[in-house]
């Protein structure tokens, strides 16, 4: 694990700073660490080395504020340690205006952004969720402060900590070829009979040149979209040999939004306004079941993706209707238009040929790929 500590200044001494030392001195056996107290020392590791873990020690710094944001641009997993500088005291007596034009320019913004804060003590830490700025805040005692944890305990306990950091932002972390392994492996479980292979053989290579600490990613993906069973029947069709992964027991923060566990529903509209309804009952009435399944499925994933709930599981459920039943595309079309979902689906077809491998023969309208498409695909690459 490689990790880059940043800090202002070092003052011998001092309780952060000799803090800091301590830790680096203890985790140096076990981990590559580094330290820099220079904002453009640090903006050059950060392009260089692209460290797992860039770990600030500062609040209220313009300097700290603007390598935060550097190494965001750069996809730098970042934790923020305030040092009870984020206090309510200090926050509102210590230079109050001061400090209040400081929280609007960066402050604010540098603490929500972060991937995680961690704090020495309990008390700090239920201080920081009171203030609600980020939620992702854990406690790893410091041996300066608590003679019952040893500098070794202390290094363990930060690298436990990290490495929930990086397993709470896995889909950042994901290559290209994992997100191909992925597509490949809906598509294989998505299969109702399978006569013949349908990947080609560098989509049958890639899976085969997957590492486990790339299963573990993609592992973790599939918890959180809730496909693992989709994903597991792909991968016993293709006979592969993968790690066991646990993906449920292992230790990350909890999504900032969380998605529905529930399948896609195919007969009930969630939105329950009566304006809708009754457009749904006139604009259908006539047609076969199959396209009213799917106006009906449409109308859902616009009302997940409004409440920000969408997952990849509601999107598999939708190219499974469209993959394998039958119904008239023409009349389709003319529903969808009327309705005003041409576009909604013209966009989710643009995302399921990239996601789960939908064919050109498969789509009833012509994809779409804009703007709107590519906000949809960040509900489900979180």
């Known amino acids: 694990m490689n990790i880059l500590h940043y800090i202002p200044k070092i003052t011998q001494g001092e309780l952060v700073s ?190 085969r040149d997957i590492k486990p600490v790339q299963w573990r990613r993609i592992m973790l993906y599939a918890d959180d979209e809730y496909i693992r069973n989709i994903l597991d029947v792909g991968i016993s069709r293709m006979q592969l040999t993968i790690p066991t992964i646990d993906a449920a027991s292992i230790d990350r923060f909890p999504r900032r939004k969380k998605k529905s566990s529930e399948p896609l529903e195919r007969k009930e509209l969630l939105n329950k306004k009566s304006s809708l309804q009754d457009k749904l009952k006139w604009e259908t009435e006539g047609v076969d079941d199959v396209i009213k399944t799917i106006c009906i499925m449409l109308l859902n994933i616009k009302y997940h993706i409004q409440k920000r709930t969408l997952s990849m599981r509601h999107l598999t459920e939708f190219y499974e209707v469209l993959r394998h039943e039958d119904y008239d595309e023409d009349k389709l079309q003319e529903v969808l238009k009327y309705m005003k979902l041409k576009d909604l689906a013209s966009r989710l077809i643009q995302i399921l040929s990239n996601t789960v491998l939908l064919e050109e023969g498969f789509m009833p309208i012509t994809p779409l790929d804009d703007k709107k498409t590519h906000r949809i695909k960040q509900l489900i690459i979180h």
């Open 18 to 207: 000799d803090g800091l030392l301590t830790l680096v001195a203890a985790m140096k056996e076990v981990a590559d660490v580094q330290v820099v107290t220079q904002r453009k020392e640090a903006e050059t590791l950060l392009k260089e080395q692209h460290p797992d873990i860039f770990h600030i020690h500062a609040c209220w710094s313009r300097e700290a504020a603007r390598v935060a944001k550097q190494a965001y641009k750069e996809g730098v997993a970042i934790v923020i340690s305030p040092h009870w500088q984020l206090e309510q005291y200090i926050r509102m007596r210590e230079q109050h205006i001061c400090k209040v034009c400081k929280t609007a320019l960066y402050q604010y913004k540098m603490i929500h952004r972060a991937d995680a804060l961690q704090v020495s003590t309990d008390l700090e830490r239920d201080n920081l969720l009171f203030l609600g700025w980020n939620k992702r805040c854990t406690t790893v005692p410091s041996s300066l402060l608590n003679k019952n944890v040893s500098y070794q305990q202390m290094a363990e306990t930060m690298l436990v900590f990290y490495q929930k950091v990086i397993d709470s932002r896995y889909y950042k972390l994901m290559t290209a070829m994992e997100k191909e392994a992925v597509s490949s492996l809906l598509h294989v479980g998505k299969e109702k009979d399978m006569i013949r292979n349908p990947l080609t053989s560098d989509q049958i290579l890639n899976l």
